[in-house]
């Protein structure tokens, strides 16, 4: 797991922590693991943090999408590692303002696809952008956007952890962020996408599936934050460790099920049509979650 550390000035950094189950007797290395480069890479002056980590056959090689910032702003850089020792970066993939990215484990069509969340004149909303070489990026579409109004996903969305594939199409998790009097508060939702045509989106979740409810979820240097960046599945193919930041403070993680999130989806989900009514929302929430 790739872990954003801030020190005290403010910056962050990545650094690892290995761990035989995935639950306990975390290993963090001493030193970070992946370190802000300026004088290399000038848009990492102030930081690097986010990264979604996506394994590429292909390549055999880790896709590290992550958070380059700087005085222009958050812009999506790329690195490519073997061991999570030594890394190739590739800098500034989509340049400011621009995060929340992750890329597709295999290609698309013969391209490589990358979602990610700019925020242009349009609003905060997920596109897809693909690439002959993981450099040159082009065909831009938005895929998925924050709706208007009330809804608990009206002011900005964006990617969670790296789309999921499943016989349905690709099942993605993404955060919401809504404004109230005391601040913002970010959920999870669920989208499903063609998995031959991933800027098609299939299923839109009506409702939010995994909030803050947790006195570490609720509490912290942000209140009232889940933020996934990661999972893993087990060998069943269906059990999902959902790793995600608390208010900013910690990282936690929770188990679920692929089937189960699925058929959430198909009794949760809604037309595009903003005028409709979201579905009251039935049972408990569909993780375990656990510090």
């Known amino acids: 797991m790739l872990c954003r550390v801030e020190d005290r000035r403010g910056l962050s950094h990545l650094c690892a922590a290995r761990s035989a189950n995935g639950v306990d007797g975390w290993r963090i290395d001493p030193q970070p693991t992946l370190a802000p480069n300026p004088q ?43 061991d999570f020792k030594s890394f190739e970066r590739y800098g500034v ?30 609003g905060a909303h997920m596109w897809i952008s693909y690439s002959p070489d993981l450099h040159n990026w082009g065909n831009h579409k938005v895929i998925l956007q924050a709706r208007r109004g009330g809804w608990w996903d009206a002011n900005k969305i964006g990617l969670c952890s790296p789309p999921i594939e499943t016989a349905k199409g690709w099942l993605v998790l993404y955060h919401g962020v809504r404004h109230t009097a005391s601040g913002s508060i970010y959920r999870l939702g669920l989208a499903l996408f063609d998995i031959d045509r991933p800027d098609i989106c299939l ?35 269906d059990t999902i460790q959902l790793y995600y930041g608390a208010a900013d403070s910690c990282m936690a993680m929770a188990t679920g099920s692929i089937r189960a999130l699925l058929s959430w989806l198909d009794a949760h989900s809604t037309t595009e049509d903003e005028s409709v009514e979201p579905a009251a929302p039935e049972g408990d929430q569909q993780w375990i979650a656990q510090v």
């Open 40 to 82: 290399e890479y000038p848009e990492e002056i102030w930081g690097i943090e986010d990264p979604r980590i996506t394994y590429v056959p292909e390549l055999q090689q880790y896709a590290i999408a992550y958070t380059s910032f700087a005085r222009g702003g958050p812009g999506v850089s790329l690195a490519l590692t073997r």
């Open 93 to 122: 993939i989509m340049p400011p303002e621009d995060k929340d990215a992750a890329l597709l484990p295999r290609r698309i069509g013969g391209f490589w696809a990358l979602i990610h969340r700019p925020v242009t004149t349009m």
């Open 203 to 237: 299923q839109r979740g009506d409702s939010w599936m995994f909030g803050p409810e947790a006195d570490y979820e609720r509490t912290g240097d942000v209140r009232d934050v889940v933020f996934p960046c990661g999972q893993t599945i087990a060998p069943d193919g």
